[in-house]
């Protein structure tokens, strides 16, 4: 059983920071903590990309005679080039949210959610139900 840990400690991680990224977007009221929470779930679907395209005494993908033309023996590298799109989508996704953070800050002066959503509330007692 402490083997099989061992071999796959880099599961436990990901796990854990899946889990942290989880607890942090749900439970968090602050705008900030929750996009720190995104950016922890990202990171670890990213490592659980690329630790499943490890390839143990896997060669770079470019055909070798002496290797031969096996794809066993070569890595793939799609996993890595998927992952690499995806931080520069995610870094995106970030600069676009923290810009979003701003605004909302100078509109209604918080960034606690409950308080938004109270401030929402209250701006829809008008009766027109939000239109």
Avoid: C, W
Wanted: cysteine-free; proline content about 4%; charged content about 20%.
């Amino acid at each position: 059983m402490f083997e099989l840990l061992a071999d796959r400690y880099v599961y436990l991680f990901v796990v854990a920071l899946l889990s942290l990224g989880m607890f942090a977007m749900l439970t968090e009221r602050h705008l900030v903590k929750k996009l720190v929470g995104l950016v922890l779930f990202q990171t670890a679907v990213f490592l659980f990309f690329i630790e499943g395209s490890v390839r143990v005494d896997g060669d770079v993908p470019i055909i070798d005679p002496t290797i031969g033309p096996d794809a066993d023996a070569y890595v793939n590298p799609l996993p890595h080039l998927l992952i690499l799109t995806a931080l520069v989508v995610g870094v995106a996704v970030i600069g676009v949210a923290l810009a979003l953070i701003v605004v909302i800050r100078r509109a209604f002066g918080t960034l606690d959610d409950a308080a938004l959503s109270l401030s929402e509330a209250e701006d829809d007692t008008d009766g027109d139900g939000g239109a």
